[in-house]
């Protein structure tokens, strides 16, 4: 889920505005050496695929200037309430307690969605009230760290004035499908009956499950090639190893990732694994014919979510438009963000497979990412050791692991030993691209290599041992704010 700033990262530029739907094969025939893009007001067609790709191209950075930028969701519960989530309201009071100056809020309606919370930090809100934090992109991991600490510190003095309580877990462990309390954007409006359709919990992916994903840059054809690969087929490894969502409803879920478990029934056409990646030959150009096949969720046309394209492939959106609502640029943009794939591609590309758990995990979970992706050298390692699995498998693959974490075997692949020799991989990579941030796997390295556990059988073994079932204990040990 994304807000409105994410159109703008797909825009290449300034041109000026085209008169007639014609222009998209115009912009085409000059994509490969215009200077500029089109405004994300401009019209295209069915004819501009080949505009898309060279859109993705432009993303494209040297080596010495990639970042790794943080995405980090949390559950607010209102303690006064029993520990009921918080409503809308509450959300928005949690918000406005960021915003440095009132030109820092942002409104759809009357409703706040948005806080541009210093240092180019956000905050935004998904669909049950979860509050994410989307932090700026960092060159150095201790600066990551530094704005989630931050973050953080904050959280926990507003939380304290509202005797409101913040868990970092994967899915919801308290309350039911039933008890959520769906914050009023209209994008959610547009998308919950659609995903309705398409998943029989696709409303608990939206509601019931947190995340934390990587943010990382690539650079030509060939790099940006190896990573989307590895992301994607390395995904299930990172879901197993950062497992931490084994309740639901206040009880043993009998999943160790409920959030995997849940992405399993969302939408078949945007979840899972990236079809492109299926395949050794990516190339910008297979992403756009396979984003085009994507059907849409919405079309946004100054701040309003119209649901008259919803459904419809984006293809046929391009060449035929629908009643009232013309193809522009901008809709590209938009498209992407409802691409909700392990790894999915924009102008960068977001990791999206781990659980949200501790900010020592979140923070192992940059390093890893970034010491597989930003390392030549482990970065092939990476894709020789990563399964290539048919998709059958690969479902088969993802369901084990929601199901059994790094316990999980498919088809040959022992998630448990892959695991290892991912997180030492990375560490050797880390050492070479970035040797003073390698003691951020210190962590990881101890859990999954020497104890061969996920976050959720630490879980699982307290509350079935020394907590007693304790739903309380449970709450303590999760709480982060």
Same mark, same amino acid.
């Given at each position: 889920?994304?807000?409105?700033?994410?159109?703008?990262?797909?825009?290449?530029?300034?041109?000026?505005?085209?008169?007639?739907?014609?222009?998209?094969?115009?912009?085409?025939?000059?994509?490969?050496?215009?200077?500029? &893009?089109?405004?994300?007001?401009?019209?295209?067609?069915?004819?501009?695929?080949?505009?898309?790709?060279?859109?993705?191209?432009?993303?494209?950075?040297?080596?010495?200037?990639?970042?790794?930028?943080?995405?980090?969701?949390?559950?607010?519960?209102?303690?006064?309430?029993?520990?009921?989530?918080?409503?809308?309201?509450?959300?928005?009071?949690?918000?406005?307690?960021?915003?440095? @100056?009132?030109?820092?809020?942002?409104?759809?309606?009357?409703?706040?969605?948005?806080?541009?919370?210093?240092?180019?930090?956000?905050?935004?809100?998904?669909?049950?009230?979860?509050?994410?934090?989307?932090?700026?992109?960092?060159?150095?991991?201790?600066?990551?760290?530094?704005?989630?600490?931050?973050?953080?510190?904050?959280?926990?003095?507003?939380?304290?004035?509202?005797? &409101?309580?913040?868990?970092?877990?994967?899915?919801?462990?308290?309350?039911?499908?039933?008890?959520?309390?769906?914050?009023?954007?209209?994008?959610?409006?547009?998308?919950? $009956?659609?995903?309705?359709?398409?998943?029989?919990?696709?409303?608990?992916?939206?509601?019931?499950?947190?995340?934390?994903?990587?943010?990382?840059?690539?650079?030509?054809?060939?790099?940006?090639?190896?990573?989307?690969?590895?992301?994607?087929?390395?995904?299930?490894?990172?879901?197993?190893?950062?497992?931490?969502?084994?309740?639901?409803?206040?009880?043993?879920?009998?999943?160790?990732?409920?959030?995997?478990?849940?992405?399993?029934?969302?939408?078949?056409?945007?979840?899972?694994?990236?079809?492109?990646?299926?395949?050794?030959?990516?190339?910008?150009?297979?992403?756009?014919?396979?984003?085009?096949?994507?059907?849409?969720?919405?079309?946004?046309?100054?701040?309003?979510?119209?649901?008259?394209?919803?459904?419809?492939?984006?293809?046929?959106?391009?060449?035929?438009?629908?009643?009232? =609502?013309? $193809?522009?640029?901008?809709?590209?943009?938009?498209?992407?963000?409802?691409?909700?794939?392990?790894?999915?591609?924009?102008?960068?590309?977001?990791?999206?497979?781990?659980?949200?758990?501790?900010?020592?995990?979140?923070?192992?979970?940059?390093?890893?990412?970034?010491?597989?992706?930003?390392?030549?050298?482990?970065?092939?390692?990476?894709?020789?050791?990563?399964?290539?699995?048919?998709?059958?498998?690969?479902?088969?693959?993802?369901?084990?692991?929601?199901?059994?974490?790094?316990?999980?075997? =498919?088809?040959?692949?022992?998630?448990?030993?892959?695991?290892?020799?991912?997180?030492?991989?990375?560490?050797?990579?880390?050492?070479?691209?970035?040797?003073?941030?390698?003691?951020?796997?210190?962590?990881?390295?101890?859990?999954? =290599?020497?104890?061969?556990?996920? $976050?959720?059988?630490?879980?699982?073994?307290? &509350?079935?041992?020394?907590?007693?079932? @304790?739903?309380?204990?449970?709450?303590?040990?999760?709480?982060?704010?």
């Amino acid at each position: 889920m994304t807000t409105r700033d994410e159109r703008s990262e797909t825009h290449g530029g300034g041109a000026s505005r085209r008169a007639d739907g014609a222009a998209g094969a115009m912009v085409v025939a000059a994509a490969a050496g215009r200077e500029s &893009f089109p405004l994300l007001t401009e019209a295209v067609s069915i004819d501009s695929a080949p505009l898309f790709a060279e859109n993705l191209r432009r993303g494209a950075k040297p080596a010495d200037a990639w970042t790794c930028g943080v995405e980090f969701e949390l559950f607010g519960y209102d303690a006064s309430r029993r520990m009921a989530r918080l409503d809308p309201a509450q959300v928005q009071r949690v918000l406005a307690g960021f915003a440095p @100056s009132s030109n820092d809020l942002h409104y759809e309606g009357g409703t706040l969605i948005e806080v541009n919370a210093g240092q180019m930090n956000r905050l935004t809100v998904e669909p049950g009230g979860q509050i994410e934090f989307s932090g700026a992109p960092q060159r150095r991991l201790a600066d990551v760290e530094r704005e989630i600490r931050r973050y953080l510190a904050r959280l926990s003095e507003i939380a304290a004035g509202h005797n &409101f309580v913040f868990l970092a877990c994967g899915f919801d462990p308290l309350r039911t499908l039933a008890e959520q309390s769906w914050f009023p954007k209209s994008r959610y409006d547009v998308m919950r $009956p659609y995903l309705a359709r398409r998943g029989a919990r696709a409303w608990d992916m939206m509601t019931r499950t947190c995340a934390v994903q990587t943010n990382l840059d690539y650079g030509g054809d060939e790099d940006l090639r190896k990573k989307f690969l590895v992301g994607n087929r390395l995904a299930p490894v990172v879901t197993a190893a950062f497992a931490n969502s084994p309740f639901e409803d206040g009880k043993l879920s009998g999943y160790k990732s409920a959030r995997a478990a849940a992405w399993l029934s969302t939408d078949p056409d945007r979840a899972l694994l990236s079809p492109p990646a299926l395949s050794d030959d990516f190339t910008p150009e297979r992403f756009v014919a396979y984003a085009l096949e994507v059907p849409m969720l919405f079309a946004q046309r100054d701040g309003i979510y119209l649901g008259a394209p919803t459904g419809e492939k984006f293809g046929d959106f391009l060449a035929r438009g629908c009643p009232g =609502v013309e $193809p522009q640029f901008g809709d590209w943009a938009d498209h992407l963000t409802t691409i909700f794939t392990d790894a999915r591609l924009k102008q960068h590309i977001e990791l999206r497979g781990a659980d949200c758990g501790s900010l020592d995990d979140a923070l192992a979970l940059q390093a890893l990412w970034k010491g597989l992706l930003y390392d030549a050298d482990a970065l092939d390692e990476a894709l020789r050791l990563a399964p290539r699995l048919d998709l059958a498998s690969s479902n088969a693959l993802r369901e084990s692991v929601a199901r059994d974490a790094l316990e999980a075997r =498919v088809d040959g692949v022992n998630i448990k030993d892959l695991a290892k020799e991912v997180v030492a991989l990375a560490a050797g990579g880390l050492r070479r691209a970035a040797p003073d941030e390698v003691h951020y796997l210190d962590g990881l390295r101890a859990r999954v =290599v020497e104890e061969g556990v996920a $976050p959720a059988d630490i879980l699982l073994r307290n &509350f079935r041992g020394r907590w007693h079932g @304790s739903l309380e204990r449970l709450v303590e040990y999760l709480r982060i704010a």
